[in-house]
């Protein structure tokens, strides 16, 4: 059941993203759903499809929302931050073999790179086969994320340490509210003085990010990323790129879990927030205070 105070600010962030025609309610028709968040991508350079990796409703409206852009003629390339850049050779090979599609998931090593079932993701490879879509990894490679994470920035050559290096103006309250999520996110176990470096290594993998798809730009007329709804968050992934080339018209769809995720307030104009069913899950602290 949908609380009233969780649907009255769902109700108000859609209103002010300018699609209330989005009801709150769950039982909206998803595909005519799908349909209007279409309609708001067509000028749109970055459309965003922010999931919760593991909710299933989350890929669903997705495929539905890139099925709607496809069917009205849109051919983006496809953006996944589950892909690091360094696995763009075998993700073109995997799209140009005529396998079952689902061998896909295997030549990625999807599960074994950490990621959940790979078939919640497949009809979006589907789709980008069937359009002729190009697929572009995006993200930092996990060795440089692990060596920011433990050794911090100014572990890197100066070079690479300035290609990764946040882009945004210093904002003390922003990059504390930055960490707060981390050691959140990390049950409140992160070991003393590892949250700025944390913060450091986020920031570089959505600079990564940022620039991957403005490259992927130059070659497409529009970028749909599938991406972590945390990265959507204030200074992340959409300041970045604002931050790299301004102007750059975006679009961040948040798919939110009802009663779970739903946002304090309501988002800018640029920000289309579709609530969804949430999902049971065990205690995801529990591998860190066991460990």
Same mark, same amino acid.
């Given at each position: 059941?949908?609380?009233?105070?969780?649907?009255?600010?769902?109700? @108000? @962030?859609?209103?002010?993203?300018?699609?209330?025609?989005?009801?709150?309610?769950?039982?909206?028709?998803?595909?005519?759903? @799908?349909?209007?968040?279409?309609?708001?991508? +067509?000028? /749109?350079?970055?459309?965003?499809?922010?999931?919760?990796?593991?909710?299933?409703?989350?890929?669903?409206?997705?495929?539905? /929302?890139?099925?709607?852009?496809?069917?009205?003629?849109?051919?983006?390339?496809?953006?996944?931050?589950?892909?690091?850049?360094? $696995?763009?050779?075998?993700?073109?090979?995997?799209?140009?073999?005529?396998?079952?599609?689902?061998?896909?998931?295997?030549?990625?090593?999807?599960?074994?790179?950490?990621?959940?079932?790979?078939?919640?993701?497949? *009809?979006?490879?589907? $789709?980008?086969?069937?359009?002729?879509?190009?697929?572009?990894?995006?993200?930092?490679?996990?060795?440089?994320?692990?060596?920011?994470?433990?050794?911090?920035?100014?572990?890197? *050559?100066?070079?690479? +340490?300035?290609?990764?290096?946040? +882009?945004?103006? *210093?904002?003390?309250?922003?990059?504390?509210?930055?960490?707060?999520?981390?050691?959140?996110?990390?049950?409140?176990?992160?070991?003393?003085?590892?949250?700025? +470096?944390?913060?450091?290594?986020?920031?570089?993998?959505? /600079?990564?990010?940022?620039?991957?798809?403005?490259?992927?730009?130059?070659?497409?007329?529009?970028?749909?990323?599938?991406?972590?709804?945390?990265? $959507?968050?204030?200074?992340?992934?959409?300041?970045? /790129?604002?931050?790299?080339? *301004?102007?750059?018209?975006?679009?961040?769809?948040?798919?939110?879990?009802?009663?779970?995720?739903?946002?304090?307030?309501?988002?800018?104009?640029?920000?289309?927030?579709?609530?969804?069913?949430?999902?049971?899950?065990?205690?995801?602290? @529990?591998?860190?205070?066991?460990?």
């Amino acid at each position: 059941m949908i609380r009233a105070s969780a649907a009255r600010r769902i109700a @108000a @962030a859609l209103a002010m993203a300018g699609c209330a025609a989005a009801s709150p309610s769950l039982d909206d028709d998803p595909a005519a759903v @799908a349909r209007r968040i279409a309609a708001r991508t +067509r000028d /749109v350079q970055i459309v965003y499809l922010g999931e919760s990796h593991d909710n299933p409703y989350h890929h669903m409206d997705q495929a539905r /929302v890139l099925e709607a852009m496809l069917t009205e003629g849109a051919r983006p390339a496809l953006a996944f931050e589950m892909l690091a850049q360094d $696995q763009q050779p075998a993700v073109d090979e995997a799209m140009r073999d005529g396998a079952d599609p689902a061998a896909v998931g295997k030549r990625l090593a999807w599960v074994d790179r950490g990621w959940p079932d790979f078939e919640m993701y497949r *009809p979006l490879f589907d $789709q980008a086969r069937r359009y002729g879509l190009p697929v572009v990894a995006i993200d930092l490679d996990q060795r440089t994320v692990r060596r920011i994470a433990k050794e911090g920035l100014g572990s890197l *050559p100066a070079d690479e +340490r300035s290609r990764l290096v946040s +882009r945004l103006a *210093p904002e003390a309250d922003r990059e504390r509210g930055i960490a707060r999520d981390i050691e959140t996110a990390h049950c409140g176990l992160l070991p003393a003085g590892a949250a700025p +470096r944390m913060v450091d290594a986020w920031h570089a993998r959505n /600079v990564t990010m940022a620039r991957r798809i403005l490259q992927a730009l130059e070659q497409a007329p529009q970028v749909v990323v599938i991406v972590g709804r945390g990265h $959507q968050a204030p200074g992340g992934l959409a300041d970045q /790129v604002e931050a790299l080339r *301004p102007g750059t018209s975006q679009l961040v769809v948040d798919f939110v879990e009802v009663g779970t995720e739903e946002p304090d307030q309501a988002p800018p104009g640029n920000h289309i927030v579709r609530p969804t069913p949430s999902v049971e899950r065990p205690d995801p602290c @529990a591998p860190l205070r066991n460990r």
